[in-house]
């Protein structure tokens, strides 16, 4: 079976400390700024393989410096979705299954609840890493051993549903259970350093703090 392939993406919240930045981007098969998150993405001289957006919020001169290195600039005007959901569905569009998001939280309020439901929206399995959370988009039909420390705190949100969930390593075991919309896997604990997470159909979010040092990104997330 061929390896997976991996994305990542920069958008234009507040990222994490640099050196995770740098590593996630070494380690990504693809690395996508979008619109104005290439701006950051030059002042810290990270790569990037493509420029998706409809280009309003970045810096021309930017733009034209990397274009030059011979950048790829995918241009969508749509206003009725945001720069990382024209982001992760490019992605989609690639065959990836799999990305990280920075940027995507920490800025405008209303910009972040944008990404973190674009997020919930597309069908990649995604880790969108934030200064202070750390959020996991699960995919159905997949086992998760996701590693933590005991006694750490950490929520599992339905988005909207998600059936036949199967929980361990937890304060709060699942076991055959149906999550909604709503507060019911809030504020869990980590009884083991491994949590194991499966269900069948729908969308979970995995969410626990991950403060970091952050990344000046620019107001809108």
């Known amino acids: 079976m061929a390896e997976q392939r991996t994305g990542v993406v920069v958008a234009c919240g507040r990222w994490p400390s640099i050196g995770m930045v740098r ?13 104005g998150a290439l701006t950051v993405c030059e002042n810290h001289d990270l790569h990037v393989d ?10 021309q001169h930017h733009l034209d410096a990397y274009l030059e290195r011979g950048g790829t600039q995918i241009k969508r005007p749509d206003q009725h979705a945001n720069d990382l959901a ?12 799999a990305c990280t998001v920075l940027g995507a939280t920490g800025g405008d309020r209303q910009h972040e609840w944008a990404n973190l439901l674009s997020c919930a929206a597309s069908s990649l399995e995604i880790t969108c890493v934030g200064t202070a959370y ?7 039909g997949k086992k998760y051993a996701i590693e933590l420390v ?18 361990t390593g937890a304060a709060f075991p699942l076991d055959d259970a149906t999550m909604e919309m709503g507060s019911q896997g ?10 194991e997470i499966s269900f069948s159909e729908g969308r979970l979010m995995l969410m626990r703090p991950h403060p970091s040092e952050p990344v000046e990104g620019r107001n809108e997330a």
């Open 134 to 140: 750390r959020y996991e988009f699960l995919k159905a």
């Open 23 to 35: 590593r996630l981007i070494d380690r990504a098969d693809l690395v996508i700024a979008c619109d």
């Open 150 to 167: 005991p006694e750490e705190d950490f929520s599992l949100f339905a988005l909207p549903a998600a059936f036949n969930i199967q929980l």
């Open 50 to 59: 493509v420029l998706v957006g409809d280009m309003d919020s970045v810096e």
């Open 86 to 97: 024209k982001a992760l569905v490019y992605l989609e569009e690639q065959g990836l299954e």
């Open 186 to 195: 809030l504020h869990n604990v980590a009884v083991q350093d491994t949590v």
